[in-house]
């Protein structure tokens, strides 16, 4: 059974960072692209950010470019979101996403398999 199950949210004032963490059970994580995506309440899911499956590449949307960013250690079978200069607009769950897919391209991708998500709450 595959299971993804991100850790590492909470409750963090304007400015502040949190580390966000996604291992995996079940499958082998470096055979998969990984996304993080977060849900607002009342908005739809967004793409946050993703990571090729060796590492090599990442990608961000325009609003965490810089602030954000995603690793991986595939022999941890992990991958992790760094959040820094948190904002209250990026209070949401956030949840990663593992597609067996090739590397390449962002939009439109469709991922295999979710975590539950965690909450991230940033306080003004």
């Known amino acids: 059974q595959v299971q993804l199950v991100e850790s590492g949210g909470g409750l963090v004032q304007a400015g502040g960072s949190l580390r966000l963490s996604c291992p995996a059970s079940g499958l082998t994580l470096s055979n998969y692209v990984m996304g993080w995506f977060r849900q607002a309440p009342g908005n739809e899911r967004e793409f946050v950010g993703g990571i090729t499956k060796s590492g090599g590449s990442t990608e961000y949307a325009n609003s965490v470019k810089g602030r954000f960013f995603i690793s991986r250690d595939n022999a941890k079978n992990t991958v992790y979101l760094q959040m820094n200069r948190l904002k209250p607009e990026d209070t949401a769950v956030y949840y990663c996403?593992?597609?067996?897919?090739?590397?390449?391209?962002?939009?439109?991708?469709?991922?295999?398999?979710w975590g539950q998500g965690t909450q991230v709450t940033v306080s003004s």
């Open positions: 996403a593992a597609d067996s897919a090739p590397d390449g391209g962002w939009v439109a991708r469709e991922y295999d398999y």
